[in-house]
């Protein structure tokens, strides 16, 4: 409530919140909100000579090559986008959590044998990786989700493990320890819970960055599939149109970029929020 | 001395195990050299010869070895769709790739600097939120949209440059400042907080009572100081500009290494796609120690660690 609060007072991060409610919404709502089917190349939704309609008229934001209605697929678009950002950033978020939390809590050989792991991890040209994996891997929804979160727990683990490290040498996880705690019950009672708002942060401001990696990965046709639609496929296919029918390229990024930098935006917030050492520092 | 070399060392490793994973990812993945090199209709013996050829029906870890071998002496392997040295194609290639991303990093130091330091100065003002919410918009935008969106306007509207190419300072400019824009909001945010906290410092408050100009203060007393975890940065990001390389080099077709690979990934030529991965890799390596190691060289403050 407290966070909510403060959140509404700052004015950006109140047009982050917004935004993301509003695609939430999209997402959710699509197949009442959406005036035409997604999939459906309608005859009408071409000129005379077979070109996409420009935005206005009975196509608010005009049609694709193909005739269907690109307001409607943005709508389903959102669709793809959260469930991506949702589910792969998860993923990426419980790694990072696990690997993290694991390795700070140990020392010695298997925390040295996770971190220089994550050291390794960070010189994978990430970006490339995911495009290798996504192209050689048969693309689909899930995949792309998975690939993306094998390239984003990194930054999380290398965090939570940085903070474990802090807590566990605390005076009271030693106390907890000498009445006599055992090991998982220090772990998930005493340092997963100080731990929350740093996963909240991270899985929030991480959300930009897969909707981003998602809209790259499918505009390089290895992400979503067409016909399912999704922000960055529907630039890919009509990338080579967009010099006579710019629309096509221009309300899909829009879409993307706010999406990205409202997740951002929030995120930001609620690292200022969360974190008490960063209160005061803007 | 023994710092630097346990640093080669670390290094070392690190481009072991990323030799490693790559070659483990590429080989266990569904996707069939043999069979993309023998094209839809070949028969199994076709396919068959050609892995065989390729060595590709030794096991895993023979191969690897004899990569490894091959590595250490320099030697990439051949391309299968090529038929050439691979560390030939991407040395062919390189020359492009890093023209393109030291433009880059030029751009976004500049934007990053100046924006960061008139946000510091003006901190809180109009100005201030104005260049924090600009920094916002750039980190969030997905390149490949900067990059359509600047040809859009640049190229077919304007027409000030060239759509595509390679060659002149003018094909330059747009893939640079693509690649540019997502770290220059990165940049302005770490240098404006720096700034801040620099001029909080005690000795800046000295400088001031001395009578110094403001110019002065923060051209030659706060901007050094404020300019350290910049250089880190730089190190750093050299990594996530080998990816943005691939999208930005496909849509302006830009003749480097990004595009190489590109088609490399399309015809699942591994080989290439193993070189360009070492290459990024070795960039980001050596990007990495040459922050940690320029570090204690302009900061004195490191050196006792």
New interface residues.
Partial sequence: MRVLKEMLRQPAALFGLVVVALVVVMAIAAPWIAPFDPDNQMFDGLSLEGAPLPPGGQFLLGTDTLGRDLFSRLLYGARTSLVIGLVANGIAVAIGLLVGIVAGYLKGFASNVLMRFTDLMMAFPALLLAIVLAALLRPSLWIVAMVIALVNWVQVARIVYTETRGLSERDFIMAERSLGAGHLRVLFMHILPHLVPTAIVWGTLGIATTVLLEATLSFLGIGVQPPQPSWGNIIFESQSYFQAAPWLVFFPGIVILLTALSFNLVGDALRDILDPTQRGRN | MFLVLRRLA?AF???L??AA?TFV??YA???DPARMIAGRSATAQTVANIRHELGLDQPLLLQFWHYLTNLLSGNLGRSYAQKTDVWTLIVARLPATLTLMLAGILVEVILGLTLGTIAAIRRGGFVDRLV??AS??G???????VA??LL?VFA?TLGWFPMSGYGTLAHVVLPATTLGVLGAGWYARMVR?AM?DVLNQDYVRTARAKGLSSRRIIFRHALPNAILPIIAMIGIDI??F???V??VE?VYGWPGIGQL??QA??Q?DIPI?MG??LT??LA??IG?LIADLIAPVIDPRIRTR
């Fill in positions: 670390q490793l690190i481009l195990g990323v994973i990812l590429l993945l569904p996707a924090m919410m916002f918009v980190v969030s935008a997905p390149q490949f949209v359509l969106l859009y077919v907080s801040i990594g996530q080998m990816g943005g691939v999208v496909a690979a590109w990934i399309q699942v796609i360009v991965t990024s890799a980001i390596v990495n």
